[in-house]
């Protein structure tokens, strides 16, 4: 299948500073990128969908101007946690769609554990 | 897109095959039935999904009930490999995917 690659796999960043998360299809042109965190022991949750060349929608309760994300190119999307808190500490998961649009499936990267100090 | 529920937890013996359910009884008809899994903090993998017939690759089958209102992830020999998080997901071909909680299975020796 499709593969997705995110980076860094994991980061840890003091209060207040801002990280930056990449996600990127390797093999394929992803006309849409869609961003999850997930806490402990929690399902993921949608955080936005990020189509190329456009703003991206961000779900009920996101703070657009915390979590800045950026499609610039069919191959790339990145994720800017701004000004992290220690609550912002999560596993973030992308995943693209594109490639094979006949069957659907979304292709996942392996996830960024974000801990913020 | 409609709602799925699914067991929180089942146990599963190794080499035997493991049953997931899924109810969807408000599935419409453009929704298909899609089955992911996630190994504890990887990205979810896809398994498997279908509309209406039954389907089958090389990780697992996929039964779909005549009403379509739920159906059964089949693992066919469960390994200690197989223990995840599997989520059942009802959607439109090109919506966003929405997670519910999942069931947890366990494969024990």
């Known amino acids: 299948g499709a593969v997705v690659s995110q980076h860094p796999s994991w980061v840890i960043c003091k209060s207040g500073t801002s990280v930056k998360i990449e996600c990127r299809s390797l093999?394929?042109?992803?006309?849409?990128m869609f961003w999850y965190r997930q806490f402990p022991k929690q399902s993921l949750m949608l955080m936005a969908t990020?189509?190329?060349?456009?703003?991206?929608?961000?779900e009920q309760g996101v703070e657009k101007d915390k979590f800045l994300i950026n499609h610039a190119s069919l191959t790339l999307s990145t994720l800017t946690v701004t000004s992290a808190h220690p609550e912002d500490s999560s596993f973030y998961i992308c995943?693209?769609?594109?490639?094979?649009?006949?069957?659907?499936?979304?292709?996942f990267g392996e996830g960024s554990r974000l801990t913020v100090l | 897109d409609a709602k799925t529920t699914q067991p929180p937890s089942m146990d599963c013996a190794e080499g035997r095959a493991a049953n997931l359910p899924c109810n969807h009884s408000t599935i419409s008809g453009n929704e298909y039935v899609y089955w992911y899994r996630q190994i504890h903090s990887q990205g979810p993998q896809y398994i498997i999904h279908g509309l209406k017939n039954n389907e089958t690759n090389e990780m697992a089958s996929l039964i779909i009930t005549e009403d379509r209102k739920s159906s059964t992830l089949i693992l066919p020999h469960a390994t200690l490999r197989d223990t995840a998080v599997y989520y059942c997901?009802?959607?439109?071909?090109?919506?966003?995917?929405?997670f519910g909680a999942g069931t947890r299975l366990t494969v024990k020796p």
């Open positions: 997901i009802v959607r439109v071909v090109g919506n966003d995917m929405r």
């Open positions: 990020s189509n190329e060349g456009s703003k991206a929608t961000y």
């Open positions: 995943s693209a769609r594109g490639g094979q649009p006949n069957t659907g499936e979304l292709f």
């Open positions: 093999d394929f042109q992803a006309t849409t």
